[in-house]
């Protein structure tokens, strides 16, 4: 089916009143599953307050400064393109536990590293543990929420990910806080203060392993492995006990074979892929390229690269966290309400808006020592400009797009095609993050242009091509219209 054209209403969408009790069992099991996207954005975030520290620790150039704090990413891509064959096979929880088991390596290896290819290594581990949560906690998210609520349940992958952020920019501002000497200095109990700040993952990452062994498998999962009685009993806590056989003959239904999903599953009749499939990766291409992750890898540096210093570049930089943490906020109560192509739109226009200041505000300011310097009124408004920037991102594209990601594609290929989709947004999140060095290097007039543009792209993309998938059931996903057109089994059935 080719992609084209406008229309995307969905059928009519079932409606089922959620028991408060089976509602709230949901939202716990959501929230557990979650704690991976808290890891993600602490583990991927840490590293904002020791980008100087190793600059000046290892004496890196920009260009390996970019590769070092990139070098995760590569991990990511990896894990997550690895995680959903993985989960097919071994489970969801598995999947869980063993993310956390590399967690905890990655943080204690990255605070012991002795020079950059060393601590390279050890953030490639981490990022095979983050790309890893990035595929599961959706999926799983996604397979035990209700149709009505699983748009904020869905939400909390991308709350727990920006209180990972928030939580490892205010442990990293308290460190060099403490240090003599910032980041670079020592710490009151020994070593230097951005070796802290690696090992501090090593507690979230614990509880992170221990929550895992507590919550139960996705159903769908083990009505995959036939484990029909397990299924039952974990669909009877999360929804009306007098639907749970319905549910579940449903699932059963909608899974057509117990073979495992292949990639040559996601193949379509257009581009290799099913059309479906290239939705999700260019969602996940557009979320990253808009240039976000610039915001919360490098913000520190930004700051005190047009003016401020370290202990204010630091506080801006958890200001930013907590504009983002409040802005996901709004998007879990919207989701639900207002859809998600909707704030797709608004989010989209919202940022191009605001990175185009920053762009002008940037290319306009006066140079000092080679960099831009942002005085008075521009400063003023820079900041606001990046703040109001976290806004449009955070409530609507941060996670928006990862509801999509794990409800759009139908049960048989859910877990590979995610792994497909978030192995592209991790490879487009390094090829921002690696670029940003060398492109600020030029011109940060340059950079923020360059994201101004794709933040219009995503926006004609998602007007163009996104279906709205709000109140579906995951096993209406079949019948999902993409771009309009009135093909059926989109998603893919083998």
Same mark, same amino acid.
């Given at each position: 089916?080719?992609?084209?054209?406008?229309?995307?209403?969905?059928?009519?969408?079932?409606?089922?009143?959620?028991?408060?009790?089976?509602?709230?069992?949901?939202?716990?099991?959501?929230?557990?599953?979650?704690?991976?996207?808290?890891?993600?954005?602490?583990?991927?975030?840490?590293?904002?307050?020791?980008?100087?520290?190793?600059?000046?620790?290892?004496?890196?150039?920009?260009?390996?400064?970019?590769?070092?704090?990139?070098?995760?990413?590569?991990?990511?891509?990896?894990?997550?393109?690895?995680?959903?064959?993985?989960?097919?096979?071994?489970?969801?929880?598995?999947?869980?536990?063993?993310?956390?088991?590399?967690?905890?390596?990655?943080?204690?290896?990255?605070?012991?590293?002795?020079?950059?290819?060393?601590?390279?290594?050890?953030?490639?581990?981490?990022?095979?543990?983050?790309?890893?949560?990035?595929?599961?906690?959706?999926?799983?998210?996604?397979?035990?929420?209700?149709?009505?609520?699983?748009?904020? @349940?869905?939400?909390?992958?991308?709350?727990? &990910?920006? #209180?990972?952020? %928030?939580?490892?920019? /205010?442990?990293?501002? +308290? $460190?060099?806080?403490?240090?003599?000497?910032?980041?670079?200095?020592?710490?009151?109990?020994?070593?230097?203060?951005?070796?802290?700040?690696?090992?501090?993952?090593?507690?979230?990452?614990?509880?992170?392993?221990?929550?895992?062994?507590?919550?139960?498998?996705?159903?769908?999962?083990?009505?995959?492995?036939?484990?029909?009685?397990?299924?039952?009993?974990?669909?009877?806590?999360?929804?009306?006990?007098?639907?749970?056989?319905?549910?579940?003959?449903?699932?059963?239904?909608?899974?057509?074979?117990?073979?495992?999903?292949?990639?040559?599953?996601?193949?379509?009749?257009?581009?290799? @892929?099913?059309?479906?499939?290239?939705?999700? &990766?260019? #969602?996940?291409? %557009?979320?990253?390229? /808009?240039?976000?992750? +610039? $915001?919360?890898?490098?913000?520190?540096?930004?700051?005190?690269?047009?003016?401020?210093?370290?202990?204010?570049?630091?506080?801006?930089?958890?200001?930013?966290?907590?504009?983002?943490?409040?802005?996901?906020?709004?998007?879990?109560?919207?989701?639900?309400?207002?859809?998600?192509?909707?704030?797709?739109?608004?989010?989209?226009?919202?940022?191009?808006?605001?990175?185009?200041?920053?762009?002008?505000?940037?290319?306009?300011?006066?140079?000092?020592?080679?960099?831009?310097?942002?005085?008075?009124?521009?400063?003023?408004?820079?900041?606001?400009?990046?703040?109001?920037?976290?806004?449009?991102?955070?409530?609507?594209?941060?996670?928006?797009?990862?509801?999509?990601?794990?409800?759009?594609?139908?049960?048989?290929?859910?877990?590979?095609?995610?792994?497909?989709?978030?192995?592209?947004?991790?490879?487009?999140?390094?090829?921002?993050?690696?670029?940003?060095?060398?492109?600020?290097?030029?011109?940060?007039?340059?950079?923020?242009?360059?994201?101004?543009?794709?933040?219009?792209?995503?926006?004609?993309?998602?007007?163009?091509?996104?279906?709205?998938?709000?109140?579906?059931?995951?096993?209406?996903?079949?019948?999902?219209?993409?771009?309009?057109?009135?093909?059926?089994?989109?998603?893919?059935?083998?």
């Amino acid at each position: 089916m080719a992609l084209g054209g406008s229309g995307d209403a969905p059928s009519a969408p079932r409606q089922q009143t959620q028991p408060s009790g089976s509602a709230a069992t949901a939202m716990l099991l959501a929230g557990a599953a979650a704690l991976g996207g808290f890891l993600f954005g602490y583990d991927s975030s840490v590293i904002n307050g020791t980008v100087d520290a190793l600059k000046a620790q290892f004496s890196l150039n920009s260009v390996a400064v970019g590769f070092v704090v990139s070098s995760a990413l590569l991990g990511c891509a990896v894990g997550a393109w690895f995680a959903g064959p993985i989960s097919d096979r071994m489970g969801r929880i598995r999947v869980m536990q063993i993310a956390a088991m590399l967690f905890v390596i990655s943080s204690l290896g990255s605070a012991l590293a002795f020079n950059a290819w060393d601590l390279t290594f050890w953030r490639v581990v981490g990022g095979l543990a983050i790309g890893a949560a990035s595929v599961i906690a959706p999926a799983y998210i996604a397979e035990i929420s209700p149709a009505d609520i699983r748009g904020r @349940l869905g939400s909390l992958q991308q709350m727990a &990910i920006v #209180l990972g952020i %928030f939580a490892a920019l /205010v442990v990293d501002y +308290v $460190i060099a806080h403490v240090s003599h000497g910032g980041a670079k200095g020592e710490f009151p109990w020994g070593g230097t203060a951005w070796r802290w700040m690696f090992a501090s993952a090593i507690v979230p990452a614990v509880m992170y392993g221990v929550i895992a062994t507590t919550i139960p498998e996705s159903p769908r999962y083990l009505v995959k492995k036939r484990q029909l009685g397990r299924a039952r009993q974990v669909l009877a806590k999360v929804m009306n006990r007098g639907d749970v056989d319905v549910k579940l003959r449903e699932i059963v239904r909608s899974i057509a074979s117990d073979r495992p999903v292949h990639l040559h599953d996601l193949r379509g009749p257009r581009l290799g @892929l099913l059309p479906i499939v290239w939705v999700g &990766i260019l #969602l996940s291409v %557009f979320q990253q390229f /808009v240039g976000i992750n +610039v $915001i919360f890898y490098y913000s520190s540096s930004l700051w005190q690269a047009v003016g401020f210093s370290e202990n204010d570049a630091m506080l801006t930089s958890v200001i930013n966290s907590i504009v983002n943490v409040v802005s996901t906020l709004v998007a879990i109560a919207l989701v639900d309400k207002v859809g998600r192509k909707p704030l797709l739109l608004t989010g989209a226009a919202g940022m191009a808006i605001t990175l185009g200041i920053l762009t002008l505000c940037f290319a306009t300011a006066p140079v000092v020592n080679d960099e831009p310097h942002l005085s008075g009124a521009a400063g003023t408004i820079a900041l606001i400009a990046a703040n109001l920037y976290v806004v449009a991102f955070a409530a609507t594209w941060g996670p928006v797009v990862w509801v999509m990601l794990g409800e759009m594609f139908n049960n048989f290929i859910r877990a590979s095609a995610l792994a497909v989709a978030a192995a592209a947004q991790w490879i487009a999140n390094w090829i921002i993050t690696t670029t940003f060095p060398g492109l600020s290097g030029v011109s940060l007039g340059l950079a923020y242009g360059l994201y101004t543009a794709f933040a219009l792209l995503a926006f004609l993309f998602v007007l163009r091509f996104v279906p709205e998938t709000k109140g579906r059931e995951l096993e209406d996903m079949d019948r999902l219209e993409v771009g309009g057109g009135h093909d059926h089994g989109v998603t893919g059935r083998a």
